[in-house]
């Protein structure tokens, strides 16, 4: 069992940075491909960034790629998400999840672990 807690998120204005943070209890932290999805009102919720368990791969979606970067620090069993440039269209509660499978993947269904998300809202 993975639980997930993320914090940082907060208000913005557009332009300007957020890190995002999710701390991990729990077994085996480092062998965990991690992620991190978005979901803004009335949308289901999308894939925004994974990291492979080793760190040595990444995956980003379209829309944040290289504005978002997803990090980890296996000593101490968070994952990070550091967004710049950020965007209205950015607005969303921000969940943390782990997946068993090890690889990063952008497949929601492949994370068996979900945090309960953080808010992060862009003001134009």
């Known amino acids: 069992q993975v639980q997930l807690v993320e914090s940082g998120g907060g208000l913005v204005q557009a332009g300007g940075s957020l890190s995002l943070s999710c701390a991990a209890s729990g077994r085996s932290f480092s062998s965990y491909a991690m992620g991190w999805f978005r979901q803004a009102p009335g949308k289901e919720r999308e894939f925004a960034a994974s990291?492979?368990?080793?760190?040595?791969?990444?995956l980003y979606a379209d829309s944040v790629k290289g504005r978002f970067t997803i990090s980890r620090d296996d000593a101490k069993n968070t994952v990070y998400l550091r967004m710049n440039s950020l965007k209205p269209e950015d607005t969303a509660v921000y969940y943390c999840?782990?997946?068993?499978?090890?690889?990063?993947?952008?497949?929601?269904?492949?994370?068996?672990?979900w945090g309960r998300g953080t808010q992060v809202t862009v003001s134009s």
């Open positions: 999840a782990a997946s068993i499978g090890a690889q990063a993947t952008t497949n929601r269904a492949a994370y068996e672990y």
């Open positions: 990291i492979r368990w080793n760190g040595e791969d990444t």
